[in-house]
């Protein structure tokens, strides 16, 4: 099999972790790049994973660079600017794992990546790419004429062939309303190849009441597959080009869940990496399952990577995941 490149864009910001004035852990994250560091870790030799974002000249963006380096991550196509710092988030947890997120992100490096002197750059070697992922909040976090120019730049790329995955990521307060996110998400859809959502966000941001719904909104708006996370349920899979079956694939459940935060970009992560190794839907769905099922058993949205060594090493081996038919769990009907 032939080395696939991918070049992931998005953000990465300073996270804090932990109760105000009180106890506190700092490491990173972002929800693309959360996604690169498990596709490197679950994508074995033949992916080739760059992270594309703009990053500070600070202490701390050296320290992220730095890290993303030891995960295996290429970072030649992250621009450095010194005039602006990543950005800071905090996260909370409640006694069940879920969290709640603060911000600090309006002036960080990566709102500025096209404006970056660089960046014609950075579009050039995007060609050399096979795969392309983001997500709504690499589209949501940069000013509204960039946003437009990276649209235009996608959509050349994928007729140029570039296989585009999409993750909707749905977060209201990054847009200025609604309608905007709408408009927005409507021109990715049509270049989009596969669609990674989640069940809540479409419910949010569209109003759809089941995954029956949400399909066939995604199906007029051209996406090609699509993927909806739908947490303890699982997912739901079909491919839109025509009449086709939904794939429903369970997942087991997972204790204890000391922390949602990354569960979905886990879930890309797997999802994607099983494709790109040349794995069915179905079990690429299940590495997926997985490998978001150890992250959430874990605080923060980057856990050690000894914490995922033993699944994604099961990943690759066939007797593990396999294409046992008697573990298809297809709806055919297609509803919740």
Known sequence: MQMRKIALIGECMIELNGIPFG??????????????????????????????????TDPLSEGMISRWQQEGINTSLVLR?????????????DEKGERTFLYWRNNSAARYLLQHPDY?????????????????????????NDRQLLLIDLKQLSSEGKVIF?????????????????ECYQQMYAITDIA????????????????????????????????????????????????NATQHIKTQPVTPVVD???AGDAFNAGFIAGLLNGKSVHDSALM???????????????IP??????VTARFFNSNEIGENENARDDDTSASD
């Open 23 to 56: 106890a506190m852990t700092q490491s990173y994250g972002g929800d693309v790049l959360n996604s690169a560091v498990y596709l490197a870790r679950a994508g074995g030799d033949m992916l080739d994973i760059h992270f594309v974002t703009a990053m500070g």
């Open 81 to 93: 600017d010194s005039a602006h710092q990543p950005g800071l988030y905090l996260i909370q947890l």
């Open 166 to 182: 999409f993750d909707s990521n749905y977060r209201p307060a990054l847009w200025e309303h609604e309608t905007q996110a709408r």
């Open 305 to 310: 990577q000894a914490a995922t060594q033993e």
């Open 120 to 144: 014609p750059i950075v579009r050039q070697q995007l060609q050399n790419m096979d795969v392309l992922c983001l997500s709504g909040i690499s589209l949501a976090i940069l000013p509204e």
């Open 196 to 243: 990674l959502v989640t069940d809540d966000d479409e419910a949010s941001l569209w109003g759809d009441t089941s995954t029956e719904e949400s399909f066939h909104r995604l199906q007029r708006m051209r996406v090609k597959q699509a993927i909806i996370k739908a947490g303890k349920r699982g997912c739901f899979y079909r491919d839109l080009s025509g009449c």
């Open 288 to 302: 997926g399952h997985q490998l978001a099922g150890v992250v959430i058993q874990h605080k923060g949205a980057i």
């Open 260 to 262: 949602t935060t990354s």
